[in-house]
């Protein structure tokens, strides 16, 4: 009996091993299958009907999913959050520009100042700020971007030729410059000797013979009709820039064609009535 105990007791444990062993290899599978899979139960049907890809629906389901699977709960985003400065939606970013100009001494004033006029203008319904809409329909919100820069080395002479008669043509400085259709955050630069901060600049005669240029005297400049270093002058500049900057009006370097002066024309015409009032409001307030 000894020895038939014994046997019967091995043949036991043998079969106890062999039924822990045959558990052992699966679930080791499986837990390993789990770490790779965060989500193993969804892939495990009880039962229940299978869910189906609704026509209206975009989201795709797995056919063999069950419909009341307990949703995955994910961290709300705010789209702001990430997002660059002044997108659409979003709380609108601090206005740098007063901060910026100020720091360029008298020049950034006399900016400023402009700057001020035609936010005026874009921020108000006039005939003005509903052209500039029609290619922006948030103008005044572009315009309030726009960074400025002084070019304290640019022309400051303007250029005369004489004809073979007795014609003269000028050339003034030129005023100001942006790039073509650059949108929001766009950079105008400034010249320091042109018409927008001076009211007049030397003569440089030029012979179409040939020959060195002389020196003549001095020339009031002007931008349109106003007279350089005034405001309403000022305030013309900068509505022209802010015309290329969203691409309503054409590209005019170096005035060749006389794009340039086509171009302040078009701005005048939707705009020199506002341009006016808002000036002889500025003066009246101030004599008050």
């Not at 001020?116 to 309030?144: G, K, P």
């Not at 022309?155 to 259709?181: I, K, L, N």
């Not at 929001?184 to 240029?213: C, D, H, I």
Request: glycine share 8%.
């Amino acid at each position: 009996m000894y020895s038939a105990s014994r046997s019967f007791r091995a043949v036991v444990l043998l079969v106890v091993c062999n039924l822990y062993g045959t558990v052992a290899l699966p679930q080791g599978v499986k837990f390993i299958h789990d770490a790779i899979d965060p989500l193993p139960y969804a892939k495990i049907s009880f039962g229940m009907a299978a869910c189906t890809r609704d026509a209206g629906s975009a989201l795709a389901t797995t056919a063999n999913a069950p419909c009341d699977t307990t949703p995955v709960s994910l961290p709300s985003v705010n789209p702001c959050a990430a997002a660059k400065p002044g997108q659409w939606g979003c709380e609108a970013p601090r206005d740098l520009a007063p901060k910026d100009l100020s720091a360029l001494g008298k020049p950034g004033k006399k900016v400023l100042r402009a700057r001020d006029r035609v936010l005026e203008i874009l921020q108000s319904e006039n005939a003005c700020s509903q052209w500039f809409q029609q290619t922006d329909a948030n103008a005044a919100a572009t315009f309030r971007t726009i960074d400025y820069a002084v070019d304290r080395h640019g022309e400051e002479s303007v250029h005369v030729w004489r004809d073979a008669g007795s014609q003269y043509t000028y050339r003034d400085p030129y005023v100001a410059r942006v790039g073509q259709a650059t949108g929001a955050y766009a950079t105008v630069t400034l010249n320091r000797e042109g018409a927008f901060f001076q009211p007049q600049a030397p003569m440089l005669l030029v012979s179409k013979e040939g020959g060195s240029p002389r020196n003549g005297g001095a020339r009031l400049i002007n931008i349109g009709p106003y007279p350089g270093d005034s405001l309403n002058a000022q305030t013309l500049a900068l509505l022209h820039e802010f015309g290329h900057v969203i691409n309503l009006l054409p590209l005019d370097f170096d005035n060749e064609g006389g794009k340039s002066m086509q171009n302040t024309a078009e701005v005048l015409r939707y705009c020199r009535a506002e341009i006016d009032t808002k000036v002889r409001r500025g003066t009246l307030q101030a004599a008050k």
